[in-house]
């Protein structure tokens, strides 16, 4: 029973938004997930660090989810900055129901147990989103509730948006990972050239690494198991 983590995989299975323009090694990225995952078993768990897909409502983005739940293990998800279609967790968690996508879960406002670990998480903040302080305060105030549901376990977190990037710091995320214990965070959201501005390892107190899907070649990240 292993855990993974990978972010970004920019679905748009039913929509014109394909990643495949890009390039920078985008193309064909719909099949490299698929490849991806065939590390993944059934009983592992694999987090899902935001911006999964390019739908603008849950019925849009129905094959998108359709897609994910057909990869083996169970899936974690949290919200990313374009992650339009992310709605109330009880309206989520029914439409999943709905359409049996039985492997799909939401990591929001919570935590889940992996082994001794407590798996915790949010979207996060970073320094794009200048001036709108309710969103960064009530993004706190999620961190915080999934930590706190933790209890003492050890604790692993994952973030859409990297709370630390060369030339920039959000040392109020910082201070809650680090006043929680958190062992490491793992994030996305960072593309093409922005992958040598990541900061890979010790910072503080906590292991950071980035898993945007382009940077891990479409192959979730191993963390433990």
Not at 13 to 37: C, H, I, N, Q, T
């Amino acid at each position: 029973m292993a855990l993974y983590a990978i972010g970004d995989t920019h679905l748009s299975l039913a929509s014109d938004k394909p990643m495949d323009v890009f390039g920078g090694g985008w193309e064909g990225y719909v099949d490299k997930l698929r490849e991806g995952f065939a590390q993944v078993e059934d009983g592992d768990t694999v987090v899902l660090c935001g911006d999964l897909s390019w739908a603008m409502g849950l019925e849009e983005g129905r094959e998108d989810f359709a897609f994910l739940n057909s990869l083996p293990g169970r899936k974690l998800m949290l919200k990313g900055n374009h992650d339009y279609w992310w709605n109330t967790a009880a309206k989520m968690n029914r439409f999943f129901q709905e359409n049996g996508f039985a492997s799909l879960n939401i990591l929001h406002n919570n935590c889940y147990e992996y082994g001794a670990y407590a798996l915790c998480g949010t979207r996060g903040w970073f320094y794009e989103e200048t001036g709108d302080q309710k969103v960064f305060r009530r993004e706190l105030i999620r961190l915080e509730a999934s930590l706190k549901a933790a209890g003492e376990r050890p604790k692993l977190c994952f973030l859409h948006y990297p709370p630390c990037y060369q030339g920039y710091v959000c040392r109020e995320i910082i201070e809650l990972l680090e006043r929680y214990g958190v062992e490491r965070c793992f994030y996305g959201h960072l593309h093409g050239g922005s992958h040598r501005l990541a900061v890979e390892g010790r910072y503080g107190q906590v292991d950071y690494h980035l898993v945007a899907a382009d940077y891990l070649g479409f192959r979730p990240q191993k963390i433990c198991g």
